[in-house]
């Protein structure tokens, strides 16, 4: 085997070689090539990923583009703003700015840029495929997803190689923050964790830890006792935990000290009437008289903010519960396989018949003021798709944007909990908002988003570390594609 190595080696130069110094990847006259040497892995693309990208010049100059910059500022019009290998070097008005002379300018009148959205709960599995990433990173990247934390694994080697091969430039999609798999307890879904003993769970968590991971996630039927295992494990390790809980309470996990807390007032136990300790009894009557501005519900929301924890909403995936929300758009048809095609169908001739079902509605009207609350008390709050049904990786994040403006948010104060927020979740200092110093991870979007929320779905070109991917190209292949059998 070892004589191989050599050879392997010079085929991989062979076939780097005309890529070198040339970053003319659509062959058009207006894209400069550059003539300086390799200066950064970057420069470096497999021919896979070359066709995906639109620009990539070491200084790139945005020009009169509208800027919401993911630290919850208001918008800013008019903007100049100069990258230089990767990370924005400066920001400021027309006339503060000096663009430099080598710089490839984009004029982005009447557009807005957003930072890349740091998906907080961006699976690579859906029910029923536990592994759909390599579509999914295309779905991601395409939507203005550049980092995703899969807050809990279904295939979680799978999750590990596709995280390195994207960061190695060998294919193209968000970078991934990846995880273990998911812990549950007795009840629980066969296909997860269940631990049998302190030992067992320990050394489980290691085993995961020893590979990179520093991201776990309890799920619903956990046991009480388990769960502060597994947070001390975590946490001697410099890793984390998150819960979609169920038979733990908000109150009980934040006071054992976990991180992050799933979904919001949808996977709440704290209000029922009828909760037996460690126990997930389902079921979700308790919301419907529950009245968000009551005390009770402020003073657990207030102790979730003293210790740090942070929340993280996924109204596009409850939308889908919702008969006379529930509808798929063009472009997702267009992704979803043939198999998911036909199970939409089905869920949708159901729901017409109880389309005047107005429950569901309700509960996610208290849902987005919960999360609202939980925001103007201080709290960190952070969103991500959690995909399924018909709500597609990306485009599910998009969608919760939209819901969240239907929640009260702001353009800015949306923007902030899909981007900053999940930046500051994950303790990522150099992604998710628009400032000096920091990755070029952008989005620019075709319009304003401040007048039309919608325009989060009109994606130009998606930029990972100055490099601008264009979305079209990469939704171009994928249809059909999404959770194919
Ligand atoms: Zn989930």
Known sequence: MKDTIPISFLVLILILVPFLGCNNVHGSKSHHYRNSQVSSTRDIYSDSILKYIKYNYPTLALMHVNVVDGTGAVLKEDQTIVIKHGLFEAIGGPTEIKVPRNAKILDLKGKTIIPGIVGMHNHLHIPRFPDVGDVAAKLYLASGVTTIQTCGAASPNNEIALSNTIEKGMQIGPDIIPSAPFITGKGGNPNMIIPRNEKHLRDTMQHYINQGIKWFKVYRNTNPDDLKVIIDEAHKNNCKVRGH????????????????????????????????????????????????????????????????????STLSIYEASIPNRAYADERTLKAMS????????????????????????????????????????????????????????????????????????????????????????????NIGTIQEGKRANFVILNGSLEKDPTIIEKVETVFKNGVGYDPDSILETIEGQFAKE
């Not at 009894?281 to 207030?302: F, T």
């Not at 939980?374 to 597609?392: E, H, N, S, T």
């Open 245 to 312: 809980l169920c038979s733990i309470t908000f109150e009980e996990a934040t006071k054992w000290g976990i991180d992050g807390i799933e979904h919001g007032l949808n996977s709440t136990s704290d209000f029922r009437t009828d909760k037996t300790y460690g126990i997930c009894n389902g079921g979700r009557e308790y919301m419907d008289e529950l009245i968000i501005e009551n005390p009770k519900v402020k003073a657990l929301q207030q102790l979730i903010i003293d210790n740090d924890v942070f929340l993280t």
């Open 338 to 429: 043939p198999f998911l095609l036909n199970e939409y169908k089905e869920r949708r001739d159901n729901f017409d018949k109880s389309i005047k079902d107005t429950i569901r509605n309700n509960r996610l009207k208290r849902i987005m003021q919960f999360e609202y609350q939980y925001y103007k008390m201080g709290g960190l709050l952070c969103a991500g798709v959690d995909a399924g049904r018909y709500v597609l990786p990306g485009f599910g994040d998009q969608r919760n944007y939209e819901l969240l403006i239907e929640a009260g948010f702001s353009t800015p104060e949306a923007i902030q909990i899909m981007t900053g927020n999940g930046a500051k979740a994950l303790e990522r200092s």
